[in-house]
């Protein structure tokens, strides 16, 4: 027997997409979007694909806000830059405490509700969609549950403590944009180079009670994000010789468009999110000095929000993170724009 409380059956993904129904011009949008990152991603395009939010998606009036914001930037720099908002309605916790994202509390300051989470985040998608022109990204820390947004997000990605699971990996190989593999936390790149490979096959599995048939996800990437060594200090992977290091392990390997992103934060930054411009603008020298890193190198994915640093979940401060630290908007808006002068 299974030593658990059943509290109510959630929602299908047929029922909350009925619920809250994508339109013509939403789908339009959704459609012209993936186009231009699977662009991106094949090398036909070679503007830089910047992946960039909160680190969790908390109070969706300040998310919304914030996304606003990228979207008035974004004008200016779109000849460069492709801009893909981070909504992420999970926030992986490997212990009880803190926020666990949108998804399990859609009030942060209120116990879990899980059938208001799921509502939660496909309205948050729906809203950066409808009121911004933005398909955003998030991360797939359940992976049954990306059917609820399946119609809605421009990018997937896998995190750290995720990327060596087999379901994670099966469903990245059905998913029909972008799934961004990140190394482990432990550092070691054949994990994610196994899931690169997994994601970009076909497969049988069974997925949602249903046996299921996977054509393989060629725009199936890495993500590196640094990690941690045995004392727990973090050590960053995003130097010229990690790249080299990168470029050999795809060429060991049979894989359709292989590229990076490069998590500018986390344990590249030893979660000080004020490095991040430091750490994008030596990869972006990088790429100048080598065309095979430049190739290789799609974008950045930083963590960013309307206030520097975070605060606890009661902090009250709007627009601060109330999980990881994040840069400022102002810090952002220049490093923008100081990325777009250097491309």
């Known amino acids: 027997m299974m030593n658990l409380e059943f509290e109510r059956k959630l929602t299908i993904p047929k029922e909350t997409k009925e619920m809250y129904p994508v339109t013509d011009e ?43 914001r990228l979207r008035k930037i974004s004008e200016q720099v779109k000849d460069e830059i492709f801009i893909i908002p981070r909504i992420y309605t999970n926030k992986p916790r490997t212990t009880g405490a803190g926020y666990k994202g949108l998804l399990h ?37 359940y992976p049954d549950n990306y059917r609820y947004l399946d119609d809605l997000l421009a990018y997937v990605a896998v995190g750290a403590r995720s990327v060596e699971n087999q379901e994670h990996r099966l469903v990245s190989s059905g998913i029909d944009v972008p799934v961004g593999m990140k190394n482990p936390t432990s550092g070691d790149l054949s994990v994610m180079m196994n899931a690169i490979t997994a994601a970009q096959n076909a497969h049988t599995f069974i997925y949602r009670g249903w046996a299921v048939h ?21 050590l960053p992977n995003y130097h010229y010789e990690d790249l080299t290091h990168l470029l050999s392990l795809y060429a060991e390997g049979s894989f359709a468009n292989p590229a990076a992103i490069i998590d500018a934060n986390h344990a590249n930054s030893g979660k000080n999110p004020l490095e991040q411009p430091r750490i994008i603008k030596e990869v972006l020298q990088a790429r100048k000095y ?32 109330i999980t990881d630290p994040c840069i400022g908007w102002e810090k952002t808006e220049r490093m923008l724009l100081e990325i777009a002068e250097l491309l």
Request: aromatic share 6%.
């Open 26 to 68: 939403m789908a339009k949008i959704v459609k012209e979007r993936a186009k231009e990152i699977e662009d991106i991603f094949s090398g036909r395009d070679d503007r830089l694909i910047m992946i960039i939010g909160p680190c969790s998606a908390d109070h969706p009036d300040s998310v919304l806000d914030y996304i606003s």
């Open 105 to 141: 509390q859609p009030n942060p300051n209120e116990k879990p509700d899980m059938f208001k989470g799921i509502i939660a985040t496909r309205e948050l998608h729906m809203r950066a969609l409808k009121e911004t022109g933005f398909s955003c990204a998030d991360e797939m820390l």
């Open 214 to 234: 996977s054509q393989g996800n060629p725009l199936a990437h890495a993500i590196l994000r640094g990690y941690m060594n045995k004392h727990g200090q973090s």
């Open 290 to 321: 080598n065309n095979d890193i430049k190739k290789l190198v799609k974008g950045f994915m930083v963590e960013s929000y309307i206030e520097d640093g975070a605060q606890k979940v009661d902090g009250g401060c709007y627009g601060k993170s």
